[in-house]
């Protein structure tokens, strides 16, 4: 049973297309993040949402939205991708975020590749 | 405003024997934890170990444990009777005041 998926596994597009990556958990998590691992192996937060609201918002360009249909979900989606944004882009859950110490559960990760 | 430093790009240690990684962070916050992550050529992240602040005693997971000391804002990870399998990126967490904060990560190559 897969705890944190992702789909799709690869992803390879044009530059100015718009793409959207999918997440699910089937932890019965509240709390869901996505994370941009760039090239160099440096993970940086995007976005934290706990229970389908938006909790932490860093510094992204607002190309990228996350969209939280509900609790189980919590999809990344990117307009006009530009060369800059290749990159693996993790999926990770926890339990509730008040509780600082909950482990992180991550997904498989989404390569995304712009041409 | 948080962060965390690990200083050792790349380490190598030969099977069976034992390695520590450093991280050292900084931050004004009393409540928070520090995360060891690992991750293997699979890509897929793993908890390695866990440690609460407010804890004195070092967090320990069977071959792994952890040397925090509050003070210094450090926290190091030994890994002992070291495995082919250890080889990966090894990623220092930090997550509080609702910020979740990753070092830049150390390349462990365990050689047979």
């Known amino acids: 049973d897969t705890a944190v998926s992702q789909t799709p596994k690869y992803l390879v597009t044009q530059m100015g297309n718009d793409k959207s990556i999918k997440c699910e958990q089937n932890?019965?998590?509240?709390?869901m993040y996505w994370y941009k691992q760039d090239s160099k192996k440096f993970l940086k937060i995007m976005f934290s949402y706990n229970n389908k609201e938006l909790i932490i918002n860093e510094t992204v360009p607002n190309r990228f939205s996350p969209k939280s249909p509900d609790k189980a979900h919590l999809n990344l989606h990117i307009n006009s991708l530009e060369l800059g944004d290749s990159a693996v882009y993790f999926c990770?859950?926890?339990?509730?975020?008040?509780?600082?110490?909950?482990?992180?559960?991550f997904g498989p990760g989404t390569r995304l590749t712009v041409l | 405003a948080q962060t965390v430093t690990q200083s050792q790009p790349e380490m190598s240690v030969q099977e069976a024997e034992t390695v520590t990684l450093s991280c050292t962070y900084d931050t004004s916050e009393n409540n928070y934890y520090l995360f060891w992550y690992k991750q293997p050529p699979s890509r897929q992240m793993i908890l390695v170990i866990r440690?609460?602040?407010?804890?004195?005693q070092n967090a320990t997971e069977n071959r792994f444990s952890v040397n925090f000391q509050k003070a210094a804002k450090s926290f190091s990870l030994k890994i002992s009777d070291s495995q082919l399998g250890d080889t990966a990126m090894y990623f220092c967490a930090f997550v509080g005041g609702f910020k979740t904060i990753f070092g830049a990560g150390t390349r462990l190559f365990v050689k047979a």
């Open positions: 440690q609460e602040a407010y804890k004195q």
């Open positions: 932890l019965g998590h509240d709390t």
């Open positions: 990770a859950s926890s339990r509730e975020s008040g509780g600082l110490g909950n482990e992180q559960f």
